[in-house]
């Protein structure tokens, strides 16, 4: 194993969907839409609400924990999705027909069992990796955890904007730290990077990010997970490309 190389790597993404309009208070309501001057604008705005971990919630975790071997190779120890069903009275575990685990459960026992993934010996200083995750993934855990009282086990927010530990961003990375709408440092999707680098898209199989609140409306949530999985699956392939080309 070379020198600095961590141990465990967890790769790990997040599907998520607006609340309920009705849930929130009048006063809520009309900031939430506040702005919209027409009904398409309206129901952008409503949309829009699955991004913010204030009038959002999380629906699934996929998570992909990989070992690095003494010859610097890698291996599966784990790969698992957490995924929303709030009606059952225990978790329960399905099989999914990638052959992946995923475990139904409340949105609260989703995120508990994501922080219970620290407080395991082995993985206390676990390398995170994700894409955009320290702009989107991390801070919606961080916020939606104590929103649901619930206090986390890692502070996924330490560090600056240019420096963090045990975190790999992707996004951050391939943009070198300056993303913007044109130039050679100009953002661009997941899928697109996929695609460029030569990796299978998650968008393949027929769903994607902007699909998941209308799958979930719909109670395919094992659709859901499976491509959170694929997800997590292509950023580990995309982490690999950047490692071999682009680490210094």
Known sequence: MAQNEPRYYLVYDLETTPRLYDSFSESQQEYIVRGANTE???IKKLGEMALSPLTGKIICIGLQLMETLEDGSYILKK????AVDELKQEPQLKQLESGAECELMSEKEIIKNFWSIFQKEDYRNVHLITF???????????????ILNIKPTRNLMTGTK??????????DELTYFNPGPYGATKRFNFD??????????PKS???DGSKVSEFYNEGKILEIAEYCLRDVKATWELFLKWKEFLRW
């Not at 790969?79 to 957490?82: E, R, S």
């Not at 801070?139 to 939606?144: D, I, N, S, V, Y």
């Not at 420096?163 to 790999?168: E, V």
């Not at 697109?192 to 898209?201: D, Q």
């Open 192 to 201: 697109f990077y996929t695609r460029e680098f030569g990796i299978t898209s």
């Open 79 to 82: 790969k698992k999705a957490f």
């Open 162 to 171: 240019f420096t963090y530990p045990l975190h790999t961003d992707l996004l």
């Open 40 to 42: 398409e604008e309206r």
């Open 205 to 207: 199989a027929g769903i």
């Open 132 to 146: 955009n995750g320290r702009n989107f993934d991390a801070p919606f855990l961080m916020l939606r955890s104590a």
